[in-house]
T-cell receptor, first 111, second 115 residues
Framework: GDSVTQMEGPVTLSEEAFLTINCTYT??????LFWYVQYPGEGLQLLLK?????DKGSNKGFEATYRKETTSFHLEKGSVQVSDSAVYFC??????????FGSGTRLLVRP | SAVISQKPSRDICQRGTSLTIQCQVD?????MFWYRQQPGQSLTLIAT?????????ESGFVIDKFPISRPNLTFSTLTVSNMSPEDSSIYLC????????????FGQGTRLTVV
């Protein structure tokens, strides 16, 4: 079945460092891809999305490009802030609108 | 967007008892789902709540343990039955709106601790 694999955390960075969180997927069809973020003590929020190959999703300085040839959707940010500390989930959505999540990657940004 | 109200936000329950979680949405939605997030883990889909009919359960989840109701397009309940400590998790309601915006929205979750 469909699945999502994310890099394990925690990822610890200094403020203003470059961030990459790897995400790859396995799917039989043409899923939509998402990054969700869960800040400490808060609910799950959509960070960005891409619905077809070569689409680039972006929000709050974060970007991810839907790469069909490598089945990847890596999350990047050029300069992280302390406020970006959270858990990030990569997810795919199949044609039935079900979401399949990766294991989550905890990001800790130090001042 | 959608505003999802999930109740209770947290509870501590005795093993062997049951808890019903409510999910109320401020607009009519196409799809409603229930997810579970075990401590330190990712989210796993429990079931799709179908309006006016029985829910569709994912592998590993059964109706006797997690009965779900969805009497209309804006409301659903999930019951966690005969609880054990292994049921301690965050339970989340998720909805997909009608129309072109098919983004999924999540409730704040219900943090359940079984003692």
């Amino acid at each position: 079945g469909d699945s999502v694999t994310q890099m394990e955390g925690p990822v610890t960075l200094s403020e203003e460092a470059f961030l990459t969180i790897n995400c790859t997927y396995t799917a039989t069809g043409y899923p939509s891809l998402f990054w969700y973020v869960q800040y400490p003590g808060e609910g799950l929020q959509l960070l960005l999305k891409a619905t077809k190959a070569d689409d680039k999703g972006s929000n709050k300085g974060f970007e991810a490009t839907y790469r069909k040839e490598t089945t990847s959707f890596h999350l990047e940010k050029g300069s992280v802030q302390v406020s970006d500390s959270a858990v990030y989930f990569c997810a795919l959505r199949d044609s039935s609108y079900k979401l399949i999540f990766g294991s989550g990657t905890r990001l800790l940004v130090r001042p | 967007s959608a505003v999802i109200s999930q109740k209770p936000s947290r509870d501590i329950c005795q093993r062997g008892t049951s808890l019903t979680i409510q999910c109320q949405v401020d607009s009519q939605v196409t799809m409603m789902f229930w997810y579970r997030q075990q401590p330190g883990q990712s989210l796993t889909l429990i079931a799709t709540a179908n309006q006016g009919s029985e829910a569709t359960y994912e592998s590993g989840f059964v109706i006797d343990k997690f009965p779900i109701s969805r009497p209309n397009l804006t409301f659903s309940t999930l019951t966690v039955s005969n609880m054990s400590p292994e049921d301690s998790s965050i339970y989340l309601c998720s909805v997909v709106l009608q129309g072109m915006n098919t983004e999924a929205f999540f409730g704040q979750g219900t943090r359940l601790t079984v003692v």
